[in-house]
């Protein structure tokens, strides 16, 4: 059974032509921006019987099935790799575009999760028990596999900062998360190690998955502070520690080499002196001149208000160009942004127009207002009739 099995499953050259059918398909989408056209490039992808193999053999413990089958489906996931990776190169010249299908496919979901236990179930369930060939878990798990793959060669060819190593940590996820449930129905249909040897090969494979998934600095709890927003893009707007020069007024008058020889003809806005020094300085008296009380126009500017995005679901929110309108942009939680003081209400949903820094370029958009957090306090600073000056 074990050499049937092994036979049905080993990887051929179908595996490496349909994954560059796949990834051509891919990496049109994601330049297209294109939900449809991403879903037809995993329905073009092969038929995974090469990670049931794998699967298969780690379980038996066969090292040299598991390394053949391993190597084969890393070739195709970097053929799908590097066809990404020039997809984005070729979508360089026509930035900013619009890219939320890069960005979704580089974010952990936890839809996701659930949906690549149940392929994997039912591939392995499918494969093992019966002759059928299992398309439709292999196309899900085609989709849930070769996305983050091609958005992370696409995010690398564009120069998505803020995709790289997002979408890495999603493959690897999502890889050892089906391997997981793949080992574990397996197991359930009492397949076991040929020998107590083969058994060190098994307890390895399974030991790296559990470190891999559940590990304090695994890759699982990084993609979940990424999917949360705990580490924010590098190019995400920040809130400045100072305020900008034209928000400070001086108040100090000027000095002067010598006063005036008549006050009252001094033209308007220009400070007295302060202090005068005679000619006969060695021995002279230091003379004190009447002094001139300043009248300083102070201009007051609005403060900026900044606000983060903190969405209780998805790990993030979408920028639109209007009021549930055109998508323009995927913002992740812990992104600081620009509140520009309009609000609309749409269906009893109110909207907010922020800016924000995207690709390392200033977008204007819409969003819903209960996902932002006030980041900086509002100051509603007054100017008084009369000003003190500084003595």
């Not at 070729?90 to 900013?96: H, L, V």
């Not at 564009?158 to 995709?163: I, M, N, R, Y």
């Not at 006050?263 to 400070?271: L, N």
């Amino acid at each position: 059974m074990l050499a049937e099995l092994a036979r049905r499953a080993y990887p051929s050259y179908e595996l490496y032509l349909y994954a560059l059918v796949s990834g051509v398909i891919l990496g049109v989408g994601f330049f297209v921006d294109s939900p449809a056209v991403i879903l037809f490039g995993a329905l073009s992808a092969p038929l995974l019987t090469a990670w049931v193999g794998m699967t298969l053999a780690s379980i038996t413990g066969a090292a040299r099935f598991f390394a053949q089958t391993l190597a084969a489906l890393f070739v195709s996931f970097i053929i799908v790799f590097l066809i990404g990776l020039i997809a984005g190169f070729a979508s360089t010249p026509f930035q900013p575009v619009t890219l939320n299908q890069v960005y979704i496919h580089s974010r952990l979901w936890l839809p996701d999760l659930i949906v690549i236990a149940l392929s994997a179930i039912l591939m392995v369930v499918t494969f093992v028990r019966t002759e059928t060939r299992p398309y439709l878990p292999s196309a899900m798990l085609a989709y849930e596999f070769y996305l983050p793959v091609s958005a992370l060669g696409f995010g690398i060819g564009a120069g998505l900062l803020d995709v790289f190593p997002q979408a890495a940590f999603i493959f690897l996820i999502h890889f050892a998360w089906a391997t997981f449930f793949g080992l574990i129905t397996l197991a359930f249909l009492r397949f076991r190690p040929l020998t107590a040897a083969r058994s060190i090969l098994t307890i390895a494979i399974f030991i790296a998955i559990l470190a891999a998934l559940f590990g304090p600095t695994g890759f699982a709890n990084q993609a979940w502070n990424f999917a949360l927003g705990d580490s924010a893009p590098a190019q995400a707007a920040s809130v400045p520690a100072t305020p900008p020069p034209s928000q400070t007024a001086d108040l100090s008058p000027a000095l002067t080499d010598t006063p005036s020889p008549n006050p009252s003809s001094r033209p308007s806005g220009t400070a007295a002196p302060t202090l005068a020094v005679s000619p006969t300085l060695l021995g002279g008296d230091v003379v004190f001149p009447d002094t001139e009380t300043p009248t300083p126009t102070v201009t007051i500017e609005p403060t900026p208000i900044f606000a983060k995005i903190s969405s209780i679901e998805g790990g993030g929110a979408y920028m639109r160009k209007t009021p549930g309108g055109e998508f323009l942009a995927t913002l992740d939680n812990g992104v600081i942004v620009e509140v520009l003081g309009e609000t609309q209400e749409l269906r009893g949903v109110t909207w907010v127009k922020i800016a924000a820094i995207k690709n390392g370029i200033r977008m204007e958009g819409w969003i819903i207002q209960l996902v932002l957090v006030t980041a900086t306090p509002v100051v509603n600073w007054q100017p008084t009739a009369t000003t003190t000056p500084l003595p």
